[in-house]
């Protein structure tokens, strides 16, 4: 398996509270992406870096914020989370601009109460 | 990047092959079909992708058809672990970032 981590695994935080997804790498990617995942509409695109300190907005990128101080690691976080927010967060990792023959982690299951 | 259609569901039996079909009609001449599955819980995986002529690799093969409108992804001998969701991509070559969109793809249930 590519060397990708994701944590937390689980989390269970409350409406309005801050929240930071970590996406770990050992591969040496350039381009790294977050996604959610819900029932009925897909992987849809958070944000995503090409590069360290080089990030960009994906199509549901409102309540969202990434960084990337290093190359490999990519954080996402939620300013103030809501309920609307609760879904799987899925990191994935790419050589390419696209992100086609991307490797992705496990999953972040994020409930928002 | 064209759209992709596929089969809601399909099943097929341990040991036999998995034909899944994906129509992508309006493919330009410079996009790529990637196929990638979702085993239940897990994080997508990459299986394959092709141009032009058909490919093969230790995982699956892909059958691209000569108009290239339509593509097929064989599991040679399917076994009860390749069951999920098989989803079929077209993808170009160009500059945009993080074009990996996912539909609903096809749920695959390999039986006993």
């Known amino acids: 398996d590519a060397g990708i981590t994701q944590s937390p695994r689980h989390k269970v935080t409350e409406t309005g509270t801050p929240v930071t997804l970590r996406c770990h790498q050992t591969?040496?990617?350039?381009?790294m992406y977050w996604y959610r995942q819900d029932p009925g509409h897909g992987l849809r695109l958070i944000h995503y870096?090409?590069?360290?300190?080089?990030?960009d907005k994906g199509e549901v990128s409102d309540g969202y914020s990434v960084s990337r101080s290093k190359t490999e690691d990519f954080l996402l976080t939620l300013e103030s989370a809501t309920s609307s927010q609760t879904s799987v967060y899925f990191c994935?990792?790419?050589?390419?601009?696209?992100?086609?023959?991307?490797?992705f982690g496990q999953g972040t299951r994020l409930t928002v109460v | 990047d064209a759209k992709t259609t596929q089969p809601t569901s399909m099943d097929c039996a341990e040991g036999r092959a998995a034909n899944l079909p994906c129509n992508h009609s309006?493919?330009?001449?410079?996009?790529?079909v990637y196929w990638y599955r979702q085993i239940h819980s897990q994080g997508p995986q990459y299986i394959i992708h092709?141009?032009?002529n058909n490919e093969t690799n230790e995982m699956a093969s892909l059958i691209i058809t000569e108009d290239r409108k339509s593509s097929t992804l064989i599991l040679p001998h399917a076994t009860l672990r390749d069951t999920a969701v098989y989803y079929c991509?077209?993808?170009?070559?160009?500059?945009?970032?993080?074009?990996?969109?996912f539909g609903q793809g096809t749920i695959l249930t390999v039986h006993p």
């Open positions: 994935a990792i790419s050589d390419t601009r696209q992100g086609s023959e991307a490797f």
């Open positions: 591969e040496n990617h350039r381009y």
């Open positions: 870096s090409y590069g360290v300190k080089d990030t």
């Open positions: 309006t493919i330009s001449g410079n996009e790529y």
């Open positions: 092709g141009l032009k």
């Open positions: 991509i077209v993808l170009s070559g160009g500059t945009s970032y993080g074009k990996l969109t």
